[in-house]
């Protein structure tokens, strides 16, 4: 088997999208693929709901931990194959820019983490978990040959 392909998704805060697209291509990936996520200013901690509905959907939450970029930025860091932007460009949400190395894409996702109100945001946790899944599962039954396709990888969030 050769080496897994290193992605890395990137938000500001780490605490919702990032997470749960990390938490699935990890279980998705079958080895394949070895995700990460990290935040340009994280908040410290995953968001509860986003827990909440990666458990209800039968994924472990173990490990998963809301961390800054600076986490891959040492010399016995990854290097990632694949940079993937997950923030909201429909909200005018400012993305992370990563300096590292990187084949860089972007999948706009909203933010479920700021609704105030339960039930909504439940929902909308529910209905960003299934949006990362779709593109997930599309990334993972992309050929080898188009991993390495910027048109390939950012046609996904299309």
């Known amino acids: ?61 173990e490990g998963y931990r809301s961390k800054s970029w600076d986490a891959f930025s040492g010399d016995d860091a990854p290097a990632f194959d694949i940079v993937i932007t997950v923030c909201d460009s429909a909200a005018a949400e400012t993305c992370p820019v990563f300096h590292g190395p990187g084949l860089r894409v972007h999948w706009s996702a909203p933010d479920p983490a700021h609704i105030k109100n339960d039930t909504i945001r439940r929902q909308a946790f529910s209905d960003v978990y299934d949006l990362c899944r779709s593109r997930i599962e599309a990334l993972i039954a992309l050929p080898e040959t188009a991993l390495t396709d910027r048109q390939a990888l950012q046609a996904i969030a299309q």
């Open 1 to 61: 088997m050769s080496d897994p392909i290193n992605v890395l998704f990137l938000c500001t805060g780490n605490s919702a999208r990032s997470i749960l697209s990390e938490a699935l291509l990890n279980d998705l990936g079958k080895r394949r693929f070895r995700a990460f996520s990290a935040g340009s200013q994280p908040s410290g901690v995953p968001h509860p709901d986003g827990l909440a509905e990666l458990r209800r959907r039968r994924h472990s939450t």
